[in-house]
């Protein structure tokens, strides 16, 4: 167990909407990273929370967006969801105080968009 | 751009032998980070092993063994007397540092898929 928690664990969308999913990091981690993981393939970097602000992103459109919180628990926001976007979404925290400290993920969200 | 390759899609093997996932990676940085994690079919991504570009020094933890070439650049990760439990995907990323301050990026590779035949 990694202490990185995730909600919901399963999600059914139809194509249009939009999405909200929930992380809350590790105790003591200041950093929050997305990665959208499609089916046979590796996590891809959505974008990373850093105190609060993005420090870094993909190559995700705009409608993929974030939040963080002062206690460092993130959303992932995605708008407009198209078919594609349906993948296991990771979350993933860390400290930034120690570089390339390992990144704890979280069991993830399976989003379906029908 | 960064790169991490994982040719060997999937691989079974049978209980107790040994077993090696290769992972080849392309970066420009002078200085990254390598990681193995493992993904058990309840997807949580597990942390195996972190190694920096400077320590090629290869590492032993119980029945896994790393053995890291910056001359190949490659990063390849070998289970001893594998057991019906090691089944999972395993991926290898490199990171990619976001600002000068801390925090990476990961790349990954697609993963191999290792199944362990009792």
């Known amino acids: 167990e990694t202490g990185v928690t995730q909600s919901p664990t399963h999600l059914i969308k139809t194509r249009g909407q939009q999405v909200t999913l929930r992380c809350s990091s590790q105790?003591?981690?200041?950093?929050v990273s997305w990665y959208q993981q499609a089916l046979g393939q590796g996590p891809q970097f959505i974008f990373q929370y850093y105190r609060e602000e993005e420090n870094g992103r993909g190559n995700f459109p705009p409608r993929f967006s974030g939040l963080q919180f002062p206690n460092y628990s993130s959303e992932l926001n995605v708008n407009a969801l198209e078919l594609d976007d349906s993948a296991l979404y990771l979350c993933?925290?860390?400290?930034?105080?120690?570089?390339?400290?390992?990144?704890?993920f979280g069991p993830g969200t399976r989003l379906t968009v029908t | 751009a960064q790169k991490v390759t994982q040719a060997q899609t999937e691989i079974s093997v049978v209980e107790k032998e040994d077993v090696t996932l290769d992972c080849v990676y392309e970066?420009?940085?002078?200085?990254?980070?390598l990681f193995w994690y493992k993904q058990p079919p309840s997807g949580e991504l597990v942390f195996l092993i972190r190694r920096n570009s400077f320590d090629e020094q290869n590492e032993i933890s119980g029945r896994y063994s790393w053995n890291f070439q910056k001359s190949t650049s490659s990063f390849n990760f070998t289970i001893t007397a594998s057991q019906v439990v090691d089944s999972a995907v395993y991926f290898c990323?490199?990171?990619?540092?976001?600002?000068?301050?801390?925090?990476?990026?990961?790349?990954f590779g697609t993963g191999t898929r290792l199944t362990i035949i009792p």
């Open positions: 990323a490199l990171s990619e540092g976001l600002t000068n301050f801390g925090n990476e990026k990961l790349t």
């Open positions: 105790s003591g981690h200041n950093t």
């Open positions: 970066t420009r940085d002078t200085t990254y980070y």
């Open positions: 993933a925290s860390s400290l930034a105080e120690r570089r390339a400290y390992e990144q704890y």
